[in-house]
C-alpha cells in the first residue's frame, strides 16, 4: 500500500534526447509528488513537484506528467544534456510529512 | 549555514562498535528528518523530529538505533552495535515547517562503512 515502484532502474540517452522516467503508486491517500535530483556524492535535490488537481506541470525542460485514474506519473526532460546526468527519485505523500520514495533511476545522458 | 550539514562525511568502523552521525540543519527549519539510502534503493525513512513534538521513530530499524535532536537545532543518529547491514549512506534533511508538500533539504550525507 504505502509503495512507489519506479522505472526503469537505469536510462541512458543521447544529448538532446528526451528522457522518460515512470513510477506507479498504489496508495490513493497520497496527493503530492515530487520529484528529486541526486548528484553523486550529493545529497538529493527537489526537482519539480505536482499535485493530482493538475495533469501536467512544466518547468523549464522539466515536465511532470499525472494519471491519477492510472495512480502513475512520469518525469519528461526535454533536450537532455549531459549535466542531467544524475540519479532521480520519484516520491508521494499524503496527509502527514513522510515521503515515500522510488528506488531511484540512474540516467546517462551521452554527449 | 548555507544548507545542511552532516559530520562525518565517511566512516569506517568496526563490527560492534558504537557509531553517532551529525546532522546540523538550516538554520530556522523546525523540521528534521533522517535517510538511510542503501546501494540500489531509494530512501528509506528512520525517524522525524517536528519542534518539541516527540519524534516519529517508526523507521528505525532496530534498538540499535536512536536519535535525538538537541534544542530543535542539531540531531545525532546513534547506531549502537554496528553490524555489516548498517553500512549505507545516512542522510539528513530539513524543512522550514512539518509536512509532506515541504521542500526538503538534504545534506550530503555520512557514508558509513561497518567492516
Known amino acids: 500500500q504505502q509503495q512507489v515502484k519506479q522505472s526503469p532502474q537505469s536510462l541512458i540517452v543521447q544529448k538532446g534526447g528526451i528522457s522518460i522516467i515512470n513510477c506507479a503508486y498504489e496508495n490513493t491517500a497520497f496527493d503530492y509528488f515530487p520529484w528529486y535530483q541526486q548528484f553523486p556524492g550529493k545529497g538529493p535535490a527537489l526537482l519539480i513537484a505536482?499535485?493530482?488537481?493538475?495533469s501536467e506541470k512544466k518547468e523549464g525542460r522539466f515536465t511532470i506528467s499525472f494519471n491519477k485514474s492510472a495512480k502513475q506519473f512520469s518525469l519528461h526532460i526535454m533536450d537532455s544534456q549531459p549535466g542531467d546526468s544524475a540519479t532521480y527519485f520519484c516520491a508521494a505523500g499524503g496527509s502527514n510529512y513522510k515521503l515515500t520514495f522510488g528506488k531511484g533511476t540512474l540516467l546517462t545522458v551521452n554527449p | 549555514g548555507a544548507g545542511v550539514s552532516q559530520s562525518p562525511s565517511n566512516k569506517v568502523t568496526e563490527k560492534g562498535k558504537d557509531v553517532e552521525l551529525r546532522c546540523d540543519p538550516i538554520?530556522?527549519?523546525?523540521?528534521l528528518y533522517w535517510y538511510r539510502q542503501s546501494l540500489g534503493q531509494g530512501l528509506e525513512f528512520l525517524i522525524y523530529f517536528q519542534g518539541n513534538s516527540a519524534p516519529d521513530k517508526s523507521g528505525l530499524p532496530s534498538d540499535r538505533f536512536s536519535a535525538e535532536r538537541t534544542g530543535g537545532s542539531v540531531s545525532t543518529l546513534t547506531i549502537q552495535r554496528t553490524q555489516q547491514e548498517d553500512s549505507a549512506v545516512y542522510l539528513c534533511?530539513?524543512?522550514?515547517?512539518?509536512?509532506?508538500?515541504?521542500?526538503?533539504?538534504f545534506g550530503d550525507g555520512t557514508r558509513l562503512s561497518i567492516l
Open positions: 534533511a530539513s524543512s522550514l515547517v512539518g509536512g509532506v508538500n515541504q521542500p526538503q533539504h
Open positions: 538554520s530556522g527549519h523546525t523540521a
Open positions: 505536482i499535485r493530482p488537481d493538475v
